[in-house]
């Protein structure tokens, strides 16, 4: 008995090779040094013990293969156990020559095959599988092998279960060193495999699916002749004793096998037949089992058939097999995320596998996934027009209804009988997130690698090989289906997906809207249906509020950049409601925007107004009307500015609408929405309110915010002005009177009283009377021609003298009102405006009427200008003060040589007011104007009732001033009253027809005497006798008679007889300029000439023949409208 005890070194293993060797040992000791080798290389001390054997093999390799063959079973195992530690080291056999290696191989496959012994025949099976001989000795052998392992299985008196595990072992190892010779010899080792996968035992069933899975590459290259040996065995042994198994609680080990025999059968499946229903029905019983592991792997395993069916394509896409792929993956029950996302993989597996029939069974395969995983039903889905539904055939495919299912096929066709439940998975958002990214495979196809590389986008599942849409046909027969799954995937995960996701989708969906629209003819109009169910689908999302305003402002960014502008802006692709007149994209977008309660965001986002920007160049330049265009998008505009804080947001947009607007009415001329009979400004009166009502408001605007709003303004109120006077329907002046009704409807007297905003109206009265057209206000005007004409209208301009300003003259008195409340709360250009806008008004006015209206209006306005002017502290600067001056002499100039009216007591009644402060008033000018204006007209009246009011400051002003006062009695002045009249006396050297008054002289003179008479006459048209030269500060010296200055007089009454004029008188009075608003019709005139028109002026023309009362009536009532 030899000692084992001793360190692991080459001294300790040379003593047991010494005894193997010896064969005078006795069989007993090799047994136990045989053991020793053994338990040394498997353990602990292998590592140490291992060179010493690796440097003795072919020494003990002899010795084995003497005692492999020995009697002694005992010697014989464990010499082969020896060996089996030896050859699994490559460093061992490495050693060793190759025909050493062949030797060793041969005796381990003779002792495999004639050895009754079934333990030393599996522990020569174990070697074979252990070692690690060069791979082409083994794959030399490999027949000799196969050879081997065929005895055994044929030998049932030494078969037993580890026998059989082995050889199953030798098999795997001969797959892993001899790959190429095991190919050839697949149909010789699969015969032994096969029966083995459904062993009793489950180590044995393992272990031979094991090696069937590794040697599947090449039995598929067998595959017919491996068929033709496993059919046979599919209906007698296989599928019953799967069953067995599967019953048995082993289903995870038939479920794995199963895809394994699909793939083996390959093309025998598509015959069809018994053995296939059988074989579906393991899958079935997987399919049905509450465990979720079960079903996981029952559904992993029908890829098998998938890809079984896709070796043919006729096969995969005949509608019997598509019909049956299709049943667990609509049918099966799914409760868990996990299982979901195995059914999903696998579905999506069978699309990707159609390649380029998926566009055929688009709406079988992919229409109820889209469903399924983004959570829509089939009522989502919009109706489309019947041709969208010629060519998409049935929009959805028929949903299975809950209960067992049953194909009535016959024999060869494959069946399955499932609980059908189709679920919306909904609820799971990685399901629904998946549901995007099968759009986003769907609209890029293959490109979809290139985007999600470039968008930095992670995919999840196999992109196709084949795009689904190649054209515009494609793409019109499948658009229904993917917008509305679009629409629902946004509406319904939108929130959770990335927006690189979303702007692909999207932008992608555009593209192909705009390349149908772009590739049919116009009389087809193809791609309008696509158009308005791609904007549907956009509004819902919008309305929806599921995405935030960012994400939304990336869809309609895409829209508006990836659509024609054309298409933007034509009415001939009808969306939203179908009432809307003039209804284009754009305005549908535009809407969208406005409407949407995530405006207030929007806004904050330069995209929004980039937007806009397009949006409505796209609407105005259209062949739609830009004024209902306009009308639209203000209205809406309006509707949503109360949510908007920010008035500088509010500018901006408005400016983005008149701007363009503008242009387009400058062009075009057009402003009118009416017909042959109406006129209709509505969509002018809209842009030019807006700012009034929702500008002026509130918070101010900033200075340079406000400069460019009141020009935009400007610019679109003078485009106004001047086109609505080309309509025929429409008065003079109607833009001004309707435009400044709705400015005093939104404009009240609370609002007024801000002082930004009466700046800001005040500057818009300013623009509106440069454009005022004053023709109407002069005797020559002759009204054009209006349709209809009625005498209700006729009544309503007969009754308002002002016609088309009355409105306007309201408004500027309600500004003057508030202004003149507190002048120094308000800019000093507010003042400044007001004035210009009084003297604009009354510088043009000619008519008798209009004028006595205005200043009726405008009378307690100027007196309050002109009293704030007076105070020892005025409240007006320098340039407001010239300004008033210069209006005082527009006043009485207006009064003087451009009206009709007579300066009676009415006149007077009305003009008291303002002469009561201007009389007195403590700037020398306006006294001097003032005094100038009185003796050119009421001193030439033959008597006058003067107002209580004005008598005391007529009385102090006759005192200190030379003053005509026709019928004027004196009456005390108080004391307090006087010292407010500065006196001008030693100043001001007033004088009457250009000569110095002197208060004695001649009264006898021939000359003074018809001047007397003529200054109390009634006769209104041209005064002459002691007129004051009004044109000018200082009146030109003229030498007259001394007479000519006196103020004591007696009283002559006028001629009553008509005088004959000469035909000389004729010509001269025909002649006369009525253009120099100065005291005489010609600039050389002499008072004897001024004092003999007197004579001549009650006499009308001989050729007239019309009396002089009757002359200055017609004149005074204005000229009527032509009917």
Known sequence: MMATSGPPSTSSFLPLLETLEDSTAGQSEQTDAYLTIANRLSGEEGRQFLPAVENNFSRLGKVILTHTSSPNTELSQAALQALGFCVYHSQVVSGISEVFAAQILSALCSL????????????????????????????????????????????????????????????????????????????????????????????????????????????????????????????????PELQKLFMSKNETNVLKLWPLFVKLLGKLLHKGGPFINSLLHLEELGFRSSSPTIKKIAFIAWKSLIDNFALNPDILCSSKRMK?????????????????????????????????????????????????????????????????????????????????????????TPRMDLNSSMQASGSFSSIQLLGLEMLLHYLLGPEVVAAATK??????????????????????????????????????????????????IWTSLVQFVSFTIESGSKKERQGCEVLTLMLQALQSIVASEALSADKCLILLEATVKGLPQRVLGSASYQVGKMDVLNGTPALFLILLLFNSSKLPTYVEDERFFHCLQTLVSCGLSGPTSPLAFAEAVLGAM?????????????????????????????QSNEVNQGDALEHNFSAMHSALMFPVTHLLHGTLLQQVSQKSMLSSWSKLYRVFARCSALVVTAEENICCEELCVKMAAAVDREALMVPSTLNTVSSILHVMVECVDFSPYTPHFQQKQKFPHTPVNWTRK?????????????????????????????????????????SALLTNLVLGNAITEALNALIQPLMLFYKHAATETTKFSIHLEGKLEKLLCEVLGCLQSRSTLAYNNELLALLSPLLCVVFPHKNKHLRTAVTQFWNATFANTVSLEYPEEIRPVLSQVKQKTPIILPGFEAISVPDEFSETCSSESSQLETKL???????????????????????????????????????????????????????????????????????HQKEVKRTKRVDIPAMYNNLDASLDTTVFSQYTQSQDDSSDKVPTKEVDAAITEGPSEVT
């Open 112 to 239: 495999v095959t004639k050895s009754t012994d079934k333990n030393t025949c599996t522990r020569a099976l174990w070697v074979i599988s252990k070692q690690s001989f060069p791979a082409d000795v083994v794959g030399r052998n490999v027949p000799t092998l196969l050879g081997s392992l065929e005895s055994v299985w044929n030998r049932e008196d030494i078969q037993s279960t580890v026998m059989e595990h082995e050889a199953l072992n030798v098999i795997i190892r001969m797959l892993e060193q001899a790959p190429t010779q095991m190919c050839d010899g697949a149909v010789r080792w699969v015969k032994l495999v096969i029966p083995l996968v459904v062993h009793s035992a489950s180590k044995v069933r393992l272990r031979a699916a094991a090696a069937l899975e590794m040697g599947m590459p090449l039995l598929l290259t067998k595959q017919k002749e491996v068929a033709a040996v496993i059919e046979p065995m599919m209906s007698t042994k296989l599928i």
């Open 324 to 412: 049956l792929l299709m049943q667990p993956l609509t049918s099966i029950h799914v409760r868990t995320e996990a299982l979901l996302l195995t059914k999903v993989e696998v579905w999506w597996y069978l699309i990707v596998q159609l390649g380029p029939n998926l566009s055929s069974n688009f709406d079988q395969v992919s229409v109820p996934l889209l469903q399924s995983a983004i959570g829509s039903g089939s009522s989502s889905i919009p109706n489309t027009p019947s041709r969208a539904v010629s060519q998409n055939g049935a929009m959805l495919p028929s949903t299975p209804k809950s209960g067992n299912v049953s194909f009535n096929t016959s024999a060869g």
């Open 455 to 504: 968008n930095k986008l992670i995919l999840n599942l196999e992109p196709l090989n084949h795009p689904l849409l190649s054209g515009a046909p494609s793409f019109m027969k499948h658009a229904a289906v993917l917008i509305s799954s679009i629409r629902d995937g946004f509406t319904n995960i939108g929130k959770d997906a990335p927006e690189p996701v979303l702007a692909v």
């Open 638 to 666: 309006s509707s949503c500015a109360g949510s908007l804080q920010n008035k500088e947001q509010l500018w901006r947009m408005w400016s983005l609408i008149v701007g363009p607007l503008t242009d387009t009415i400058t």
């Open 798 to 838: 007969q009754s308002k003298p002002m016609g088309n300003l009355s409105t306007f003259l309201s408004l500027l008195v309600q500004c003057l009102q508030v202004y003149l409340e507190a002048p120094e709360a308000s800019p000093e250009t507010t003042g400044s405006e007001l004035v210009s806008v009084v």
């Open 993 to 1063: 027809s250009g000569m110095p008054i002197s208060s004695t002289g001649k009264r006898d003179s021939t000359l003074s005497k018809p001047e007397l008479k003529d200054r109390r006459s009634t006769k209104t048209s041209k005064p002459v006798s002691t007129k004051l030269d009004f044109g000018s500060p200082k009146p030109p010296r003229r030498e007259v008679l001394e007479e000519e200055a006196s103020i004591d007089f007696v009283f002559i009454p006028p001629e009553t007889k008509e005088r004959v004029l000469t035909e």
